[in-house]
Nanobody
Framework: VQLQASGGGLVQAGDSLILSCSAS????????MAWFHQAPGKEREFVAAISRSGGTSNYADSVKGRFTISRDNAKNTVYLQMISLKPEDTAVYYC????????????????WGQGTLVTVSS
């Protein structure tokens, strides 16, 4: 499975942004999808994950109520809608795919996109 993330950019604190990740090369609905982020000098951290059908999702505590993960299996795309962005959300955001079941550990995901940079200025 190949993943291509897009939608990052420079925004101000309080702004909103939507990231997209398009998939190819596999049966998209067979894969749980997730977003992780990695700030400079830090490890890659879990942000959100969504089940194959889209019926179940979970979030890191730091983004609950501000970020929403969704997917469109007809378009082979997963989204991350981010509102009320904070400077501490600044990071490279990666989408990831895992066969069948979602997890929160980066090491359990087999396929990764190239990352898209989100910078939130104060």
């Amino acid at each position: 499975v190949q993943l291509q993330a897009s939608g990052g950019g420079l925004v101000q604190a309080g702004d909103s942004l939507i990231l997209s990740c398009s998939a190819s090369g596999g049966t998209f609905s067979d894969y749980a999808m997730a977003w992780f982020h990695q700030a400079p000098g830090k490890e890659r951290e879990f942000v959100a994950a969504i089940s194959r059908s889209g019926g179940t999702s979970n979030y890191a505590d730091s983004v609950k109520g501000r970020f929403t993960i969704s997917r469109d299996n007809a378009k082979n795309t997963v989204y991350l809608q981010m509102i009320s962005l904070k400077p501490e959300d600044t990071a490279v955001y990666y989408c990831a795919a895992r066969y069948l079941f979602m997890r929160q550990s980066a090491g359990e995901y087999n396929f990764w996109g190239q990352g898209t940079l989100v910078t939130v200025s104060s």
